[in-house]
């Protein structure tokens, strides 16, 4: 006769109970793995599309919070000494510390933080500062511990990256939030590169290959800029056209290669001679041009007539000897009643560069407004 099993009901609603209970918890934690998957989806994706700097940081800011809970996050990178601090109390000296703790991980002086003014600390130790008794009244100590989770960011064979996170619950911080971090990590080098890749593309495209100056296009924006202003606020701005005599002589004689030769040194002695504030430009083969912001028609002359003397002085030396020229420079200002575009600013910039010429060279010629009368009556007999 074959033995039955006997089986208890009695406790079937609890086992029942259990596994249900065991399902719901195995659904919660694969929806908050979907949960984490999309936000890091989400974020990694939205990196990759940002091509800015900044926007890449604010990018990062808004996105971690659905894959960690910080409270504070710092981005730093050794190219140019910068560092980027967010926290949520917005506590400008924990934010401080945390700079100076991300530029001394990456081997850098804080040198613009607002504690630049200190006595150096060593590499590894606990340092004890006094500060001013209007800034505190406490003595600040500041150790090299590590402040959070940090994930190296790879930058390139030049430069060191940092991501620091400090979490709200460090104790908690479980090794996928940690995988998490490091994906974010790896994806955030690739777009701080990748922005840096477009900003120098974005450089050079407004730049001229052989002078590194501005080219035609970027130095005729800068002209509308000053020029808006000088029409609207009346602010004056001259222009300043530079022409080498006899280049052509030059490219005949010596080759398009001296030619270059001489095309860059010109252009450096041009840089070095305006002021910061100046820009200058490559207008069209041995012409340059330069813009000088806020400065009348007496200032302009004077730097005219100083780089015209350099230009005259400088021997442009080359790989066949030296090179002896001289420069022409026309020199238009604005506000003028007869200039009212960029295309009659470069106009009449032209038309004194050609008096120049025509007077004998190695000379400046400013241009001389007409008056607005004569102007009308010019313009009517050139219509007609």
């Known amino acids: 006769m074959a033995k039955q099993t006997v089986f208890d009901t009695s406790r079937l609603p609890d086992e029942l109970a259990r596994v249900t209970q065991e399902l719901a918890h195995a659904q919660g934690e694969l929806r908050h793995s979907h949960q984490r998957l999309t936000a890091l989806h989400c974020l990694t994706d939205a990196l990759a599309s940002s091509t800015d700097e900044e926007a890449i940081i604010k990018v990062l800011t808004k996105g971690l919070p659905s894959l960690v809970d910080p409270v504070m996050v710092g981005v730093a990178r050794s190219h140019r000494n910068r560092a980027w601090i967010w926290s949520d109390s917005q506590n400008r000296e924990r934010e401080a510390q945390v700079r100076r703790y991300l530029m001394r991980r990456l081997g850098q002086s804080p040198a613009h933080d607002v504690d630049s003014d200190a006595p150096p600390r060593g590499g590894r130790s606990r340092h004890l500062r006094l500060v001013p008794s209007s ?6 100590q500041e150790q090299d511990a590590t402040l959070g989770e940090e994930v190296p960011l790879a930058l390139g064979s030049e430069e060191n990256g940092l991501l620091l ?98 095309l860059k040194m010109a252009a450096d002695l041009i840089r070095g001679t305006v002021r910061d504030s100046d820009i200058a430009g490559r207008y069209r083969g041995n012409t340059f041009a330069v813009v000088l912001p806020h ?20 021997p442009f030396t080359i790989e066949d000897g030296q090179v002896r020229t001289t420069a022409s420079i026309g020199l238009a200002a604005v506000p003028d009643a007869t200039v009212v575009s960029v295309a009659e600013w470069m106009m009449v910039g032209d038309a004194a560069l050609n008096d120049a010429k025509a007077q004998g060279r190695n000379r400046v010629v400013l241009h001389a407004p007409k008056p607005p009368g004569v102007a009308c009556a010019v313009a009517l007999s050139c219509a007609a």
């Open 295 to 314: 400065t009348d028609r007496q200032q302009a002359r004077a730097l005219a007539e100083r780089l015209r003397e350099r230009v005259e002085r400088y």
């Open 165 to 262: 996170v400090q979490l709200k619950d460090p104790d908690h911080f479980t090794p996928r939030e940690r995988e998490a971090l490091e994906t974010v990590g790896a994806s955030l080098s690739l777009a701080l590169r990748h922005a840096r890749t477009q900003q120098r593309a974005r450089v050079m495209a407004l730049r001229d290959p052989l002078t590194d100056l501005l080219n035609l296009q970027a130095f005729e924006s800068a002209l509308m800029r000053e020029l808006s202003v000088g029409l609207r606020y009346g602010v004056p701005a001259c222009l300043l056209l530079l022409d080498l005599d006899f280049f052509r002589i030059v490219n005949d004689r010596l080759g398009h290669t001296a030619g270059d030769q001489v």
């Open 135 to 140: 800034a505190s009244q406490q003595a600040m």
